[in-house]
């Protein structure tokens, strides 16, 4: 079986890349890494890297530059995980272990491989187990909500179901992969809750050394010794830090009461893995650039502009890049018309500030006729509150508002 | 070597007793040697309809219908004590239980869920990717309502199956409402998770078991067990109450033959 493994992210996140396929190459010595930007090439200077580095293009995404206007730098990453591992088989690899952003490999990922020898597919749960205490049902309602597999470790064999399941997450991730809960959605994890259900043979594997995570860390025993990392007195085998913050003394931001006194020994394999991103190059890489941050005259897109042009789908296509600002039929001058067809009036309620405005009851409330005479009150809501409330840059504010 | 004893539940208010009936009467004449249990949640006592033995909701889950009578009015009630109706039938020495509910109709032998392999058998909604133009948005209601179908589950007399049984029943107990942002759809979504908790959990993907309206597209014959889901007999050429605008006649000359003689059915069991 030719096993390769996988892992995708953007250039400020380089030095997790490096640490996932180090530590991954030391127990899988004679197994390649790749590693797409979704940024562009790999920074790193002409370093000999442990991955071999892939781009956007490379993965064959359809039309990158809509990908990469719709959604920001984290989305646009996990959007692009099936491409990403329909490519790599399409290099010629039997079987492809996808390893999420925030990894650290510390043993033979021997349950996986044997798994993807009999399945097409290989899905970690969340848990394996049923959760007790009195916080049981809201924790997992919570895993309801954010998927019940996690995508930070997924095998996948190439074989045609695979190929049929990668195409179907790859299509439903072009339009959806947002975070709204409450629609079904968790960027693009959710969706892989059919799994079971669509692909004939995938399997579900319960393995505690597997994804050692924040969320399965109460009932998951962790134990140092010397090197060795123990859950239950079995050597672990993947480790998951899904939002940790090096700088912090707490397991996650989505759990931020796992703190080094809560952890225990626990806290030593997030200590080990935050020196292990400092030898990476941590310090200097952490604050590259995002390249698809701005428009081309520098200012920074905001979420709303992007999720509008999310919603417009196809419509999008008159603009060209999304990216571009110069000339009156860019996406940057149709965001800043006004939404009122008619003759000009003062101030301007432009497009991208009266679509917040039809999403929000509370200023439909207060600014009932918000295309006539509410015009100026809404404006001045922009400038003195929107702008800070939900990240829009001044350069939206109307002129003469700003 | 004696065949194993298999047990099938439904749990439903008394409005429900044609359906009841209906069922009881299509199982026994595909297999016969399967006896069905209903449990009844308002006010009907023991008794019988059709083929069915039905019992009081005190009766299969006696510590608990208080509790569950508390949190829960019907129709929600029926829906957090299939758990409990499972868990009676193993406690009687059932050696697997078939819950199936009781809009449901046999039509052949069940052979692919009754002798399916594993602890726990769960049922899929869809076996594959919706299609057509409404794709995605058929796909993320399901993601909001449950991939698996709380119509049909079975579960086996062994430890792995027994833990499952008693892991849904708690959580129906504390958790079978409506609420999507919460990540709650009555009893359904719960059974998402089984395959990550429990070892032995069968997804069954069989094309002849659970055929309705959300997936005749990918389904073949045999129909074994056909689910009207949703189906009012008093409005009989409207499918589903869940699907406005959707019709009988919409789902093809089989399906809608199948609907206008369940209808009938239905009505002759009422006269």
Known sequence: VRLAAATIAWGSQVAHVRVTARSFGVHHPRVPVFAAFVDGPAPGGGAVEPFTPLSLEALGVPRPEHLRFRYDRDALAYACTPSLLRHVMDLGYDAVVFLKLETLVLDRLQSVVDGLERHPVVATPHLVAP?????????????????????????VRACDETRAFLGWWADRLERHCRHAPHEGMHFEQRWIDFLPAFVPGATVLRDVTVNVAHWNLRERRVTVRDARVLVDGRPVAVFRFSGFDPDRAAASRYAPHLTPDVLGEAWLVFERYRRALEDEGWTGTRGLPYAYAAFDNGVVVPQVARAMYAELGEETDRFGDPFATSGPDSYYAWLQQDAAAGAPAEPVVSRLWYWVYRRRSDLQAVYADVLGRDRAGFAGWARDHGCDEIHVPRAFLAPGMA | VTAPRIAAVTVATASYLPRVHALAASLGRHEPSIALTATIVDGHGGGRAGGARTQPLEEAAPTLAARLRAAYEPPALAMAAKASAMRHALDAGADRVVLLDADLLVLADLGPLVHA????????????PARGPGAEAAELRLLQAGVMNAGVVAASNTPPGREFVAWWEDRLVQACRHDLAAG???DQRWLDLAPGLFEGVTVLRDPGIDVAYWNLHERSRPWRLFHFSGFDPACPERATKYVPGLSVADLGEAAASLFRGYAALLAAIEA
């Open chain 1, 131 to 155: 959760l007790e205490g009195s916080d049981r049902v809201a924790r997992e309602l919570n895993i309801l909500l954010s998927g019940v597999y996690n995508v930070g470790v997924l095998g």
């Open chain 2, 117 to 128: 392999p594993g602890d726990v058998v769960v049922v899929p909604h869809l076996l594959g």
């Open chain 2, 184 to 186: 709650v759809h009555y």
